[in-house]
């Protein structure tokens, strides 16, 4: 089995088609990932509009942020694979949508440092965000996925394994101020415990710091410890 990111940085581009540059791009990585060229025919979308290979044992997800396009990639029978992006950032009503959609838990993670924490809101959002990826499902569905934190404020996840999560955190080192280059990318596959390997396909990169990997496990769930 292999099991891979793919991500690539385009340059700056404050033109209309940099959506369309992001798909294009997308395409492109998955097509390395894969080994060979993906044509539409080799692709059909779930009900709720996930798109899957048709008769390849193989799965995959995009996901695009600013300038940032990114694809998981799980090669093996029965897998199932999820991904999602977001840039650190203010968010205007970030304390709305927690009180909404997060866990009681998940809230108290939050404001654990006595203040809301931009970040830690980023982490539990990102890993819902490709629960949602992974399951097909919408933003509507959001209130569905299950707590990502635990009653000690460490991420868990329950739920029927094998299903692993993994939340990494991509900065631009050489530049620490540049506040536009920090961002939050989780993973996830379903069906298998295999190792995540992260690939750049681009000429610029950012470093990659795994913040934690969470094994889905039925209760009580195994937890991981936040890196505060």
């Given at each position: ?5 793919g991500l690539?940085i385009?340059?700056t581009?404050?033109?209309?088609n940099?959506k369309k ?7 492109r ?5 894969n ?7 080799d ?9 899957f290979?048709i008769?390849k ?12 396009t990114a694809?998981?990639y799980v090669?093996?029978k029965n897998?199932?694979?999820?991904c999602?992006i977001?840039?650190?950032?203010p968010?205007?009503g970030?304390?709305?949508i927690?009180e909404?959609?997060?866990s009681?838990?998940e809230?108290?993670?939050?404001y654990s440092s006595g ?6 809101f980023f982490?539990?959002?990102t890993?819902k965000e ?6 097909g499902l ?11 934190i635990s ?6 996840f329950?739920?029927p394994p094998?299903?692993?999560f993994?939340?990494?955190e991509?900065?631009d080192n050489?530049?620490?101020d ?10 996830a ?6 190792s995540?390997?992260?690939?750049w396909f681009?000429?610029t990169s950012?470093?990659?710091k795994i913040?934690a990997?969470i094994k889905?496990a039925p209760s009580p769930a195994?937890?991981v410890?936040?890196?505060?």
């Amino acid at each position: 089995m292999s099991y891979y990111i793919g991500l690539s940085i385009l340059s700056t581009d404050t033109a209309k088609n940099q959506k369309k540059r992001l798909s294009t791009e997308a395409r492109r990585v998955l097509t390395l990932l894969n080994g060979s060229p993906v044509e539409e025919a080799d692709i059909a979308t779930e009900t709720g509009g996930r798109p899957f290979f048709i008769k390849k044992e193989a799965d995959f997800n995009i996901t695009h942020c600013v300038d940032i396009t990114a694809v998981s990639y799980v090669k093996g029978k029965n897998l199932r694979t999820g991904c999602d992006i977001e840039r650190i950032r203010p968010r205007k009503g970030a304390e709305q949508i927690a009180e909404e959609f997060f866990s009681p838990y998940e809230k108290k993670y939050l404001y654990s440092s006595g203040e809301f924490d931009k970040i830690k809101f980023f982490e539990i959002w990102t890993l819902k965000e490709c629960f949602i990826k992974l399951k097909g499902l919408s933003v509507f569905d959001m209130n569905t996925v299950p707590s990502f934190i635990s009653q000690s404020l460490e991420f868990c996840f329950t739920a029927p394994p094998p299903l692993v999560f993994r939340l990494y955190e991509l900065t631009d080192n050489s530049n620490p101020d540049n506040i536009k280059e920090h961002y939050m990318l989780a993973a996830a596959v379903e069906g298998s415990r295999q190792s995540l390997e992260i690939l750049w396909f681009s000429q610029t990169s950012l470093d990659c710091k795994i913040k934690a990997e969470i094994k889905a496990a039925p209760s009580p769930a195994q937890t991981v410890s936040p890196k505060m």
